[in-house]
């Protein structure tokens, strides 16, 4: 303020500084940047020999929720799965992760940051479960850096975290459907990667063990806030576990974002070609898909 100022200007000067002041005081404060994994997509173009299944394809999978990618058979689920996983190579576009491109990533700290779980893995015979679920660690080893007490207490957590402990010496061909899912689960939770993209987690199994493995699933995201992108057949299931889903048909993504708004009868008609109602599920309360086959098209009369 110059030294030479009327009192009035003084006055005016300490009332704007004081309207200044308040308004910091009242702005919300900015919104922390996000620290969570950003996986995303963009113009990917995915093949088969000279077989195009996706092509042009943008997608950003949102940072600590669960996507469902759903759809019916062979409209690209999997596929593009397995580019999110670096399993196959883009014909054209390409995978990002935290903005860098997944093939400009050295594979063991890809590793280190993003685990994928197959359709159907096949462990080597009289493979222990504790065995199995130690391969999970190899991305964090070195020739200078061996086993650890780190390597060994992330096991022993995997392993607890999915209720394979009790089970941790047994053959991994000699358990059940739904306890040999939980142990490939087990492996990738000791890998540690703050993604998880798991290709049809309840394939084979029945009903009780299905809800299980979803269960644990869920269980890693509340609890070890991890990235989770699942292929699932099941269109209820999707809109119980899921955050946010992904429809897709013929390689091309038809809607997504939080279930109860993307699925509607006409996109399950669309995507599946099914006719259909949506009620509420009266244990979860997301959309339950009541399918209307040629027998069934309307209620029958009372």
């Known amino acids: 303020m110059p ?63 669960i996507t469902a990618i759903v759809g019916a058979n062979a409209c690209g689920k999997s596929t593009l799965l397995r580019a999110l996983a670096r399993l196959l190579t883009p014909a054209a576009g390409a995978v990002h992760l935290d903005g860098r491109a997944l093939h400009a990533i050295p594979t063991r700290e890809l590793a280190q940051r993003l685990g994928i779980l197959p359709q159907t893995p096949v462990a080597p015979e009289g493979l222990t479960v504790i065995d199995l679920v130690g391969r999970g660690r190899s991305p964090h080893q070195t020739w200078w850096r061996q086993w650890s007490s780190g390597d060994e ?8 975290a999915t209720g394979m402990t009790d089970l941790a010496d047994r053959p991994v061909d000699e358990l059940s459907g739904g306890q040999r899912q939980r142990a490939w689960i087990a492996m990738a939770v000791a890998q540690g990667t703050p993604v998880l993209l798991l290709d049809e987690p309840t394939t084979y199994l029945d009903l009780a063990h299905q809800i299980d493995v979803l269960d644990l699933v869920t269980d890693l995201n509340r609890t070890q806030d991890r990235t989770v992108v699942m292929v699932l057949h099941d269109l209820n299931q999707a809109c119980r576990y899921a955050d946010h889903v992904i429809a897709m048909k013929s390689g091309r993504i038809v809607a997504e974002g939080d279930p109860v708004e993307v699925i509607t009868a006409p996109l399950v008609e669309e995507v599946f070609g099914l006719r259909c109602r949506i009620a509420p599920d009266p244990v979860s309360g997301t959309p339950m898909i009541i399918p209307m086959g040629r027998y069934h098209e309307e209620a029958p009369a009372r």
């Open 153 to 160: 207490r992330a096991v022993h957590e995997a392993l607890r």
């Open 3 to 65: 030294a030479n100022s009327t009192p009035a200007e003084v006055t005016a000067a300490r009332a704007m500084t004081a309207e200044a002041t308040a308004a910091e005081v009242a702005a919300p404060a900015p919104a922390p940047p996000a620290t969570g994994p950003d996986l995303r997509a963009t113009g990917l173009r995915l093949a088969y020999d000279n077989r195009v299944v996706v092509d042009g394809l943008d997608v950003a999978i949102p940072s600590g929720r």
